[in-house]
């Protein structure tokens, strides 16, 4: 199975997890790891060391018992705070710096960081080369297609990447106006292919493994990047890794297997978080599995309400013996 190099560094297929905030966590990246995700991106943490000692920040950074090469995602628009962050993210247990010019929230583009660096070319230039040159690390890039569709740079980005010294980039087929609205385009994405040599990995709408393989035959990329498609199917990004390289594809977890997987996942996030965040957390987690499973609606709004691990993991337990369920599964 094709592999992504990175330095020294090797992953295990050509298939990414996308970087998500408040998705990507370290219960996320080891549960998807073990379907066989190649690179897992962490969540981006900023760049601003005012924020390092948030109780978020020190969560997000956390690498321990994760499946290597680890790779820490930063945020931000001052050159210098972005060279220095890397080097202290590389200290915290970090072997890849990954730089977020993709997000496209309000609230990281107020700030002029995120996808709004794609409008100021000069500025990525400085980003990119003060951080390479801070960090003997591969340093990794996630772009958009540019500002907005009337002006997608993407190229001219992609090549400013490349001089720079950027090891792998990965293209999300939208602008940064277009936010997650409207179909990814990935026209802009091949021809980023044809105009650099380093490795390219293609995201956006990529929901299947059938999707998955035409996506990359269209785009001719190193390979993909998944992101909101994995909510809830820890197992995609290994299935589309094997149907994109020919290899058998392994089946989608049974009911009874994907109960297994969501009650492992809930005791992880309880255990990561503690006992008031890790159930208010696994509330998005368990409703995204239960958004697959016909006639779990109802089910869905009462696990909102509870308010403990406790009467989380005996609401699933319980769930699982449903006669509806139990009919599915057989």
Same mark, same amino acid.
């Given at each position: 199975?094709?592999?992504?190099?990175?330095?020294?560094?090797?992953?295990?297929?050509?298939?990414?997890?996308?970087?998500?905030?408040?998705?990507?966590?370290? $219960?996320?990246?080891?549960?998807?790891?073990?379907?066989?995700?190649?690179?897992?991106?962490?969540?981006?943490? &900023?760049?601003?060391?005012?924020?390092?000692?948030?109780?978020?920040?020190?969560?997000?950074?956390?690498?321990?018992?994760?499946?290597?090469?680890?790779?820490?995602?930063?945020?931000?628009?001052?050159? &210098?705070?972005?060279?220095?962050?890397?080097?202290?993210?590389?200290?915290?247990?970090?072997?890849?710096?990954?730089?977020?010019?993709?997000?496209?929230?309000?609230?990281?583009?107020?700030?002029?960081?995120?996808?709004?660096?794609?409008?100021?070319?000069?500025?990525?230039?400085?980003?990119?080369?003060?951080?390479?040159?801070?960090?003997?690390?591969?340093?990794?890039?996630?772009?958009?297609?540019?500002?907005?569709?009337?002006?997608?740079?993407?190229?001219?980005?992609?090549?400013?990447?490349?001089?720079?010294?950027?090891?792998?980039?990965?293209?999300?087929?939208?602008?940064?106006?277009?936010?997650?609205?409207?179909?990814?385009?990935?026209?802009?994405?091949?021809?980023?292919?044809?105009?650099?040599?380093?490795?390219?990995?293609?995201?956006?709408?990529? &929901?299947?493994?059938?999707?998955?393989?035409?996506?990359?035959? *269209?785009?001719?990329?190193?390979?993909?990047?998944?992101?909101?498609?994995?909510?809830?199917?820890?197992?995609? $990004?290994?299935?589309?890794?094997?149907?994109?390289?020919?290899?058998?594809?392994?089946?989608? $977890?049974?009911?009874?297997?994907?109960?297994?997987?969501?009650?492992? *996942?809930?005791?992880?996030? *309880?255990?990561?978080?503690?006992?008031?965040?890790?159930?208010?957390?696994?509330?998005? &987690?368990?409703?995204?599995?239960?958004?697959?499973?016909?006639?779990?609606?109802?089910?869905?709004?009462?696990?909102?309400?509870?308010?403990?691990?406790?009467?989380?993991?005996?609401?699933?337990?319980?769930?699982?013996?449903?006669?509806?369920?139990?009919?599915?599964?057989?």
């Amino acid at each position: 199975m094709p592999t992504l190099n990175l330095g020294p560094y090797k992953t295990t297929s050509n298939v990414a997890l996308a970087p998500m905030a408040g998705v990507t966590d370290l $219960p996320f990246r080891r549960l998807c790891a073990r379907f066989n995700a190649g690179l897992l991106v962490g969540e981006m943490v &900023h760049s601003d060391p005012a924020l390092r000692g948030s109780r978020k920040s020190l969560q997000r950074s956390r690498h321990d018992l994760e499946i290597a090469p680890r790779s820490v995602q930063i945020v931000g628009n001052d050159p &210098h705070q972005m060279a220095e962050a890397a080097r202290y993210n590389l200290r915290c247990g970090a072997q890849i710096i990954d730089i977020n010019m993709g997000c496209p929230a309000k609230k990281v583009c107020r700030k002029a960081a995120g996808s709004a660096l794609l409008a100021d070319e000069s500025l990525v230039a400085d980003i990119l080369q003060a951080v390479v040159n801070a960090v003997e690390a591969p340093v990794t890039l996630k772009i958009r297609t540019g500002a907005d569709p009337e002006h997608r740079n993407g190229v001219s980005i992609a090549r400013i990447a490349e001089d720079a010294g950027v090891a792998l980039l990965s293209v999300h087929g939208r602008t940064r106006a277009c936010g997650f609205r409207g179909d990814a385009e990935h026209d802009t994405t091949a021809r980023i292919v044809e105009a650099v040599d380093i490795p390219v990995l293609a995201n956006g709408d990529i &929901h299947t493994p059938g999707e998955a393989s035409k996506v990359l035959a *269209h785009t001719g990329a190193a390979g993909l990047m998944i992101g909101r498609a994995a909510q809830g199917a820890p197992w995609l $990004p290994g299935q589309i890794a094997a149907a994109v390289n020919g290899d058998p594809i392994p089946a989608t $977890p049974g009911l009874e297997a994907q109960f297994a997987i969501m009650r492992s *996942h809930l005791e992880e996030l *309880h255990q990561f978080y503690g006992d008031i965040a890790g159930p208010r957390i696994a509330r998005k &987690h368990i409703g995204w599995y239960l958004e697959g499973i016909p006639g779990c609606n109802d089910a869905r709004r009462t696990f909102n309400q509870l308010q403990t691990p406790q009467t989380q993991i005996e609401f699933l337990e319980a769930l699982l013996s449903n006669s509806h369920l139990q009919d599915l599964a057989a």
